[in-house]
């Protein structure tokens, strides 16, 4: 796997690298031992599964608060999506910073997610499929997040959003 760490301290873009043959192609996707490698963390409890019918649907921005504060690895499985990690750690030189990619099914990419910061996506075509592996289990009590428009992050979204939770529209400003 090749690790290219984004402009946001401890986030990763991390590309498979597929061997190949006349049947296709083998590629390692996880690997404990390669994560530790680049400072990351290699504990992974939980994963999550999630189908979007239309393009342009946005799920996010999400995270837990502490003590449920998790690490995420996150890779679109199936069509297309913008994937976006904002900074939400206070002490980080990234603070309110965020990085958007592509994850498509067809690149095989993935996007690592370090504690304190939020994730979201936006679906580029339908019938998208993102397959999440967390390093905490989730908590409701713990569940939080930050609106996908809000003026302090200014995302540059690369589409209109045409589904969106009542949830995800109506955080409350970050402050």
Not at 65 to 85: F, Q, W
Not at 109 to 119: E, K, S
Not at 162 to 170: L, S
Request: negative net charge.
């Amino acid at each position: 796997m090749k690790f290219h760490e984004s402009k946001i301290s401890g986030a990763f873009e991390i590309e498979p690298e597929p061997k190949t043959d006349e049947r296709g192609y083998f590629a390692r996707t996880w690997c404990t031992k390669e994560f530790e490698l680049h400072g990351l963390s290699s504990n992974l409890v939980q994963c999550s599964l999630s189908f979007n019918v239309r393009a342009g649907t946005l799920r996010g921005l999400h995270y837990q608060a502490a003590p449920h504060a998790e690490t995420k690895l996150v890779r679109c499985t199936k069509g297309s999506i913008y994937d976006v990690v904002v900074d939400l750690r206070p002490e980080s030189p990234t603070f309110k910073s965020w990085v958007g990619v592509v994850l498509t099914g067809a690149n095989h990419r993935m996007l690592y997610i370090p504690q304190g910061c939020a994730h979201g996506f936006l679906t580029l075509e339908p019938e998208s499929e993102v397959f999440y592996q967390m390093s905490e289990f989730y908590s409701v009590e713990s569940a939080r997040g930050v609106r996908w428009d809000d003026p302090a992050f200014q995302v540059a979204w690369p589409k209109k959003i045409e589904v969106i939770a009542e949830r995800d529209r109506t955080y409350q400003d970050f402050k």
